[in-house]
């Protein structure tokens, strides 16, 4: 697996902003809650940190991430705003915990929550979407790159009804 360090600038207002520098649109977009960027050890709604990744089936590059700060598990809704609106361009979050509501909140922004426990490591999450890729993805996965690929054909559809002329 190749995972580069690349540069990374935190200055993004959304993921959505630091993904359109990407060349290639069927990266995976991945978040991942972790106070530290080694572990998924954070709960959704009280984040402190998301680090977030393209991966192909050979490669994961940093793209960027944003500190939150400390906030209380305390069901204020509030909290939940700025990070639905950072994330908005992600096509997974991987955390510790995600309550209902913010769930449905991600789904519909387009964004596929993943709760996973024990605190595991962001490289072996990675490894394992990395080898889905490169064989049969689970269910869950074919339905978000399917999803991906009708979107950047749509796309391009879109552009050549608009008269675009590449």
């Not at 192909?56 to 793209?63: C, G, Q, S, Y």
Request: net charge negative; proline share 2%; hydrophobic share 40%.
């Amino acid at each position: 697996m190749s995972m580069e360090q690349i540069a990374v600038s935190n200055d993004y207002e959304s993921v959505a902003d630091a993904v359109d520098a990407l060349a290639d649109s069927s990266e995976l977009i991945v978040a991942f809650a972790s106070s530290d960027g080694d572990l998924v050890d954070q709960h959704f709604g009280s984040a402190e940190a998301f680090f977030v990744y393209s991966i192909t089936a050979e490669t994961a590059d940093l793209v960027t991430q944003k500190d939150f700060g400390y906030e209380k598990k305390d069901g204020n809704e509030d909290k939940l705003k700025p990070k639905l609106a950072w994330l908005a361009g992600s096509d997974i979050v991987y955390c510790g915990s995600v309550g209902g509501s913010a769930s449905r909140q991600l789904i519909a922004l387009g964004i596929t929550p993943m709760k996973v426990t024990g605190g595991p490591d962001v490289e072996e999450l990675i490894e394992n979407i990395q080898k889905e890729l490169k064989g049969t993805p689970e269910f869950w996965l074919a339905n978000i790159l399917k999803k991906k690929q009708g979107q950047s054909e749509s796309r391009f559809d879109e552009m050549d009804d608009e008269g675009w002329d590449g």
